[in-house]
Nanobody
Framework: QVQLVESGGGLVQPGGSLRLSCVAS????????MYWYRQAPGNKRELVAG???????KYADSVKDRFTISRDNAKDTVYLQMNNLKPEDTAGYYC????????????????WGQGTQVTVSS
């Protein structure tokens, strides 16, 4: 069973930055395709970014050029660097571990973290 623990969320002003981390345990991290999803109250869960075991990435159009996903297989950790944050980025951010190619919205596992809240407000 894979356990995922996110951290790094918080309150930030518009234009600010945050870096989220998700540490995995209970599996061979390097084999997983890793994702960050987000969900705001009343909204559907949406893809933020994904990264394959080989380093291929995919981003939602709304975060391209502002967010960067990366992974450190030696530390079993996936990161999400978020720059130039906007109020519409406010949401709970969730880490998800899956397998295979990047297929946003397709879940072959139930491996999710508990989430970390990001609030962008002045």
């Amino acid at each position: 069973q894979v356990q995922l623990v996110e951290s790094g969320g918080g309150l930030v002003q518009p234009g600010g930055s945050l870096r989220l981390s998700c540490v995995a345990s209970g599996s061979i991290f390097s084999r997983h395709t890793m994702y960050w999803y987000r969900q705001a109250p009343g909204n559907k869960r949406e893809l933020v970014a994904g990264i394959t075991s080989g380093g291929g990435t995919k981003y939602a159009d709304s975060v391209k050029d502002r967010f960067t996903i990366s992974r450190d297989n030696a530390k079993d950790t996936v990161y999400l660097q978020m720059n130039n944050l906007k109020p519409e980025d406010t949401a709970g951010y969730y880490c998800h571990a899956d397998y295979g190619p990047l297929r946003p919205g397709y879940y072959s596992t139930n491996y999710w973290g508990q989430g970390t809240q990001v609030t962008v407000s002045s």
